[in-house]
């Protein structure tokens, strides 16, 4: 089964995964807002999505991560689809508060980098809207300005989950 979804939350994104598994259906692949499933016993995987640190190559990580008990299931950019078997217990890549806090800087950071690009295109457009008046060229700065908007909401939201973890610290 194929199903499309954008999500520029990550925690929305691994809740609607666990809950798919719960409903009988194992993620296989992600690739740009397709998401493919198989049929798997309800329950059977607990998933994690993890941001890599860069563009390295991550193969230490990855074996390090196949020798705990964790299957990658996909990868796309830096981003990466985790799985492992709810019978083998709890599966949380990130367990105490800092390094919560690293890995929710390391996504602000990300999305940070993403909302200047973006933000740089929509003022492009907007001035070319301004000189030439077409109104394709409109259409078009409006669905980078919405962009823009949903990535601004990805960094309030990770610098809100900052803040509480570090209040709970």
């Known amino acids: 089964m194929k199903k499309f979804r954008l999500y520029y939350d990550k925690d929305k994104e691994q809740e609607w995964l666990q809950k798919m598994a719960l409903s009988g259906w194992a993620l296989k692949n992600f690739f740009l807002g397709v998401y493919t499933f198989v049929p798997c016993k309800p329950g059977e995987y607990i998933y994690q999505i993890d941001l890599l ?18 299957e990658v299931v996909s990868r796309w950019f830096r981003w990466i689809y985790l799985r492992k078997k709810a019978e083998d217990g709890p599966f949380e890549m990130y367990t105490d508060i800092d390094s919560k806090i690293d890995h929710y800087n390391r996504i602000k950071r990300f999305f940070q980098v993403a909302l200047l690009l973006e933000v740089i295109c929509f003022l492009i457009e907007a ?22 908007l949903a990535i601004l909401r990805v960094v309030w939201r990770c610098k809100w989950k900052i803040e509480q973890l570090k209040q709970m610290s």
Do not use: C, Q, Y
């Open 53 to 70: 640190d860069d563009f390295r190559d991550n193969n230490d990580f990855v074996a390090f991560l196949e020798d705990s008990g964790v």
């Open 127 to 148: 001035i070319a809207v301004v000189t030439t008046r077409d109104p394709l060229l409109l259409i078009f700065t409006i669905l980078i300005g919405t962009i823009a």
